[in-house]
């Protein structure tokens, strides 16, 4: 991004990454922030601006820290990125010129909302073994040891019960 004449250049590989061929024309595309999802436009902005409108030396050239976040493809669907760029600011610390550099993150992205889908369904299944059958469980056990307390069955119960108490805890 030119700051002075205020016009950008997309490389081929950014235009790639929206899945534009690399030679689209991107003279009539709208202002960058058009394509940063509805969600994401807000804060990306003033992030953004607040960079620009920092201070610094003249010709330093500042980094900015890589913000992640949606732009929209030109099918229409959203891929993620994550951005890491720099400005280079003129003698009143205006900066002239932010270049930035874009990788898809849209693969990591599905696959971290997978450990954690993977997580939460962990999660769940844990929650309904130790409530839905830790309770069935414990009266299976006290049942077949109350059985057995009472001392009128034969040998062969018993061991059923002993069985059927043991099993109890082994799943517990």
Known sequence: WDGVTRTAYYSPRFKEILRYAP???TSAWPEYFDLVHPEDRPWVYDKF???IMGK???GAQ???EPVVYRLRRSDA???WVEAV?????DANGYATRFIASFSDISERRFQEEALRAGVRLREEVERMSRHDLKTPLNSM???SRLLREGGQLGQEEEELLGAIERAGYRIL
Do not use: F, K, N, Q
């Open 23 to 25: 030679d689209t024309d």
């Open 85 to 89: 760029g720099a400005s280079v600011r």
């Open 77 to 79: 669907t959203y891929v």
């Open 141 to 143: 056990i006290a049942m």
């Open 49 to 51: 601006r607040g960079h």
């Open 56 to 58: 610094g030396p003249e």
């Open 62 to 64: 500042e980094l900015h």
